[in-house]
């Protein structure tokens, strides 16, 4: 069967063509402000998802590294807005973006005017040129390679990382030790021996009430409301026993849905009744919160102004 676009002469085929890439663009940039939108109101938040990135992966069914440009770019574009007409020329595509992006992070740069400086050397570059630009401009080029993880099968996960040269020859000193009793042992099995052995000290040292310490547990919440005072300390018994309680995940569910978030990464103690308002530190007043639906908890509280002024205080310190 003929399709319409078979029937397109040549020309006609090719200025078609131009014109959907360019509507491809503009859309882009579209669905680029509203996940900017999404990320400002936290709505993935109160769908359930941990993160933005879980959410335009699992929700709008981005691959990993679609999600990941595009995320990146979102954030480069609400600092500099006046990128957006070069996204949809394509002189600055979302790779690109990206890929500076995580320079600027890695390099601590914060200037708008040096982030543009370094934009206006990218334009027009393909990716591996962008990718040389900036290796030659980084203080350490290894750490502007992306750790990667994707799933292969059902069981099993591709890790890609960057090992600097002292813990490459610690993995090969560590092999070398392990030779008498496990010969011919590859760096996964160096490693995943290695993590077997410190989890297993870890849970003995975890279920010991004297020494015992929460993971991530004393680390500050995403928010904080007021400066921190010794009565913000939550006692070892009721960390301990929330976190038995909550079962060591994130305890949010979103009441419309039902979807639970449940991530074990990032986790904070939330107070339900918000300690700046007189909330106290014991069990039935805290439970288990990501960084998110912590900083969401906290919106719901006191609102996007003063989040913000939250934000920015602890970005400044």
């Not at 849970?203 to 005072?229: H, L, Q």
């Not at 003063?306 to 970005?315: C, N, P, S, V």
């Amino acid at each position: 069967m003929t399709t319409e676009v078979q029937r397109l002469s040549d020309n006609l085929l090719l200025e078609t063509l131009k014109g959907l890439a360019q509507q491809e663009r503009e859309l882009t940039v579209r669905v680029l402000r509203h996940l900017r939108e999404v990320e400002r109101r936290y709505l993935f938040a109160r769908l359930g998802y941990s993160s933005l990135y879980e959410y335009v992966v699992k929700e709008l069914g981005y691959s990993e590294g679609a999600a990941h440009r595009r995320i990146a770019s979102m954030r480069l574009l609400r600092d500099l807005p006046e990128l957006e007409t070069k996204v949809e020329e394509g002189s600055l595509p979302l790779s690109t973006l990206s890929q500076a992006q995580s320079f600027f992070r890695t390099e601590k740069i914060e200037s708008a005017e040096a982030k543009r400086e370094v934009l206006a050397t990218l334009v027009g570059k393909s990716r591996r040129e962008v990718e040389r630009e900036l290796v030659g401009r980084a203080t350490e080029p290894a750490k502007l390679i992306r750790e990667k993880l994707r799933q292969v099968s059902p069981t099993h996960h591709a890790l890609n990382l960057v090992l600097d040269e002292e813990l490459l020859q610690n993995l090969e000193e560590m092999k070398a030790f392990l030779a008498g009793s496990k010969p011919g042992m590859s760096l996964k099995e160096v490693i995943a021996y290695c993590v077997g052995k410190t989890l297993v000290r870890e849970r003995a040292r975890f279920s010991k009430p004297s020494t015992c310490e929460i993971p991530r547990a004393d680390s500050p919440p995403p928010v904080e409301m007021k400066t921190k005072k010794a009565s913000r300390y939550v006692p070892a018994q009721v960390r301990r026993e929330v976190w038995t309680r909550d079962e060591g995940r994130c305890t949010y569910r979103d009441p419309r849905t039902g979807r639970s978030c449940e991530t074990r990464s990032g986790l904070q103690f939330d107070h339900i009744h918000a300690f700046a308002l007189g909330g106290t530190q014991t069990p039935e007043n805290l439970r288990l919160r990501c960084l998110a639906h912590n900083a969401l908890a906290a919106l719901d509280t006191f609102g996007p102004a003063k989040l913000a002024r939250a934000r920015h205080r602890r970005a400044a310190r």
